[in-house]
């Protein structure tokens, strides 16, 4: 089992709709989360970062974390083709102090005009 | 602030050689994490350096090594070049705000070729 799962989607949605993207995580002591969103041929760029349970929102981007379900996702409202490239969950454990952060396959969005 | 850079940004080499990557964090950050991306195992961590020392060491071979300067900027080596070295080499910097930020930013990142 793969420590960060992600669908690889592509994820299509049309514009304006809301784009849910979801992550899994096995380690149970991982308590930092993170979103990142990469276009082709670029680095990636932080969008979220999240470490309580519940909503953190931030703009038309929120995320949610449910350490009970290892599970975090990020939404995406009014989404507009700019928005198009691959998300990708990291995490880090918190309990061996590393900064490490191990990543999900990531998922591919596109928004259609 | 200027966001993090590394240089060289393409490197062209052949198998058994050997090269080295620079990274500088953004001002301020003394963490810088590196990361080697590749299509089949997407982005794995290498090593992470901290007030000049390896702090966080990933699952590659000792061909892989870096080090950190006094000034926070980094640097990575890998000896003995082979054909599956070909990857984007992305730097990552964070800051240790009471020990507690783990936000890493990272730079464009150096697109090596093995030929």
């Known amino acids: 089992q793969k420590e960060v799962e992600q669908n690889s989607g592509p994820l299509s949605v049309p514009e304006g709709a809301i784009a849910s993207l979801n992550c899994t995580y096995s380690d149970r002591v991982s308590q930092s989360f993170f979103w990142y969103r990469q276009y082709s041929g670029k680095s990636p760029e932080l969008i979220m970062s999240i470490y309580s349970n519940g909503d953190k929102e931030d703009g038309r981007f929120t995320a949610q974390l449910n350490k009970a379900s290892q599970y975090v996702s990020l939404l995406i409202r009014d989404s507009q083709p700019s928005d198009s490239a691959t998300y990708l969950c990291a995490v880090i454990p918190m309990d061996t102090g590393r900064r490490a952060l191990t990543f999900g396959s990531g998922t591919r969005l596109q928004v259609q005009p | 602030k200027a966001g993090v850079t590394q240089t060289p940004r393409y490197l062209i080499k052949t198998r058994g050689q050997q090269v080295t990557l620079s990274c500088s964090p953004i001002?301020?950050?003394?963490?810088v994490s590196w990361y080697q991306q590749t299509p089949g195992q997407g982005l794995q961590f290498l090593f992470e350096?901290?007030?000049?020392?390896?702090?966080n060491k990933g699952n590659f071979p000792g061909r892989f090594s870096g080090r950190q300067f006094s000034n926070s900027r980094s640097e990575m080596n890998v000896s003995t070049l082979e054909l599956g070295d070909s990857a984007l080499y992305l730097c990552?910097?964070?800051?240790?705000?009471?020990?507690?930020?783990?936000?890493?930013?990272f730079g464009p990142g150096t697109r090596l070729t093995v030929t």
């Open positions: 350096y901290f007030s000049e020392t390896q702090r």
């Open positions: 001002s301020g950050h003394r963490s």
């Open positions: 990552a910097s964070s800051s240790e705000v009471r020990g507690q930020t783990y936000e890493q930013y």
